[in-house]
C-alpha cells in the first residue's frame, strides 16, 4: 500500500496542503455538486461542520452524509475531505458555492489550466 501511495498524484489545495488527485476529482465533480443539487441542507451541514467541529448536523442529514462515506461512523471527517470542502467552498448561508480547490498555479492531471 505505501508503494501506491508514493506513486499516487497528488494536487496542491489552496490552503497549501496536497491531497490525493482521484479524492479531489470525485469530490469536486459527484459528491459536492450532488449535495448542493440534491441534498441542500447536508452541503451546508457539512461545511458548517468542516468550518467548526462544534457543529450541530440538522436533522437526517448525518446519516444521510454517512450513508455516503463523507462523515465517518463516529461523526467526525477526515482530514482530506475535510481539506477539500474547506478550499471549495466560498461564502456563507445561501450565498455559497463551489469554487476551484487548486492552487492557481496547479491543475489536474491532464486538464487544461482552465478546467
Known amino acids: 500500500m505505501k508503494d501506491k501511495e508514493k506513486n499516487m498524484h497528488t494536487v496542491l489545495l489552496k490552503n ?3 491531497e ?3 479524492l479531489v ?3 469536486m465533480y ?3 455538486p450532488d449535495l448542493l443539487k440534491n441534498h441542500p441542507t447536508a452541503f451546508y451541514d457539512l461545511v458548517m461542520r468542516c468550518r467548526d467541529k462544534s457543529y450541530k448536523f ?3 442529514n448525518e446519516k444521510l452524509l454517512k450513508d455516503k462515506n463523507i462523515v465517518d461512523t463516529d ?3 477526515h482530514s482530506s475531505i475535510k481539506n477539500i470542502v474547506l478550499c471549495a467552498i466560498e461564502g456563507e448561508g445561501i450565498e455559497m ?3 476551484n480547490p487548486l492552487k492557481k498555479s496547479e491543475n489536474y492531471e491532464g486538464s ?3 478546467g
Open 25 to 27: 476529482r470525485v469530490m
Open 75 to 77: 461523526g467526525s471527517i
Open 58 to 60: 440538522f436533522g437526517n
Open 16 to 18: 497549501g496542503i496536497k
Open 112 to 114: 487544461s489550466p482552465n
Open 30 to 32: 459527484l459528491v459536492l
Open 97 to 99: 458555492r463551489l469554487v
Open 20 to 22: 490525493a488527485e482521484p
